[in-house]
């Protein structure tokens, strides 16, 4: 493996990454640093984790050590990863080299404020671009390079009219770097029609979406046994730092208190709380928090690098929602399990995701039973007290621990649930995603909450 000093960096770049301890590339830096400089479209295909964010900031910052005046800018799909992307950026750039970064659930008034010093580098989601460009803040007719991040992750939360909107008010001479974990048909659409002649460079096997490093594991359960089989996992495979992935915003705040009350040390990350308390969420958990409950849209762009446990308390029905999620155990090289709970009715998504995602789950054999009066006594107690944040207003737990079976909502009768995807207002700038609200339907007499599939 080259050094950087072997890959013909200016020697203020080099000196910037050793004073970040880097001095080796990674294996994608290898591979596409010498790509981007050349001033070639490249859509690099890479495992969450690998060093992707790098390998274009050092192209970038290289021309701009080098006195190179192009503008750039970079898409991405969360606000967590467009301040990850700039806080890297920060730490390597010239010091007269100008970063702005713009997303949604801030004040636009100071990012306008921002883009009237006229910075080099603009980092942002898609949304809060759009509503920039409609004030006449953000002027995209100059911008020599476009980067989209995580484009995988993006097109799936809805992005793709706003990302090829963008890409249209950008000079056609522009370089395009594309840069995803996995390479679905949308992905390929945006090369086919917004970029020249792309390089297309995969890191890693042709057929490996999901790296070899993690084991993969799941247990069949359904209901108030998921609650225990959850804790028995964590009882009995002890993992040091963990991310729980749940599909809503109620189902997060449930294992969150579930967890609390049972003595364990855990954040809370979804949507529906403020920047700044994901963003303490987030601090906590780089500074030794042992466990992270985040829904889908809330994860993207995390970016913690000692994730020992990816836990899906619920299975994902897309194999490549399930690659997005165990990536962030075992990055930059290093191993990890994942551990998913699937419902009865779910138990075909385990061959899919072994077929889609080219991994081997194995069923691992849980005492779910001593945890039995556990949750029982958790229900007990919660029905003495109101859970807002869990059902919302007046509502309260289910009237007994067999209410808590299966389905994805709550309501009059049966229930069922699912993501439905955000709307996005762009004057509010609302993220896509399908961090989904339970519902339900139907006839019967009694109100029976259903959490969970």
Known sequence: ???????????????????????????????????????????????????????????????????????????????????????????????????????????????????????????????????????????????????????????????????????????????????????????LKISKNYMRDPQLLTVGDEDEITVRQIKHFYFVADGARKLEALLSYIESQNPKKSIIFLRTQREADLIHAFLRKQGYDVMLMHGGLTQSKREHSLKNFRKGVRFLIATNVAARGIDVNDVTDIINFDVPDDPFIYVHRVGRSARMGKEGKAFSLVGFKQKSMIEEIKYVAKVDLHQLNLNTFKYKDVVAKFFAESREHRHGSRFGGDRRFGRDRRDFHGGQGGGRGGGHGGGRPFRRDRGHDRQHGHEGQGHGSGSGSTRRFRPFS
């Open 1 to 187: 493996m080259k050094t950087f000093e072997e890959m013909g960096l200016s020697h203020e770049l080099v000196a910037a990454l050793k004073r970040q301890n880097m001095t080796s590339p990674t294996e994608v830096q290898e591979q596409a640093v010498p790509l981007a400089l050349s001033g070639r479209d490249v859509i690099v295909r890479s495992k969450t984790g690998s060093g992707k964010t790098l390998a274009f900031l050092i192209p970038i910052l290289n021309k701009a050590y080098s006195g190179d005046r192009s503008t750039v800018l970079v898409l991405a799909p969360t606000r967590e990863l467009a301040l990850q992307i700039a806080t890297v950026a920060e730490k390597i750039r010239p010091r007269e080299y100008g970063v702005a970064t713009v997303y949604g659930g801030a004040s636009i008034n100071v990012q306008i404020d921002m883009l009237s010093r006229r910075p080099r580098l603009v980092i942002g989601t898609p949304g809060r671009i759009i509503d920039l460009m409609k004030r006449g803040a953000l002027r995209l007719n100059a911008m020599n390079a476009v980067i989209i991040d995580e484009a995988d992750t993006m097109l799936d939360m809805g992005f793709i009219d706003d990302v090829e909107y963008i890409l249209s008010e950008i000079p056609r001479e522009r370089q395009t770097l594309l840069l995803s974990a996995t390479m679905p048909e949308k992905v």
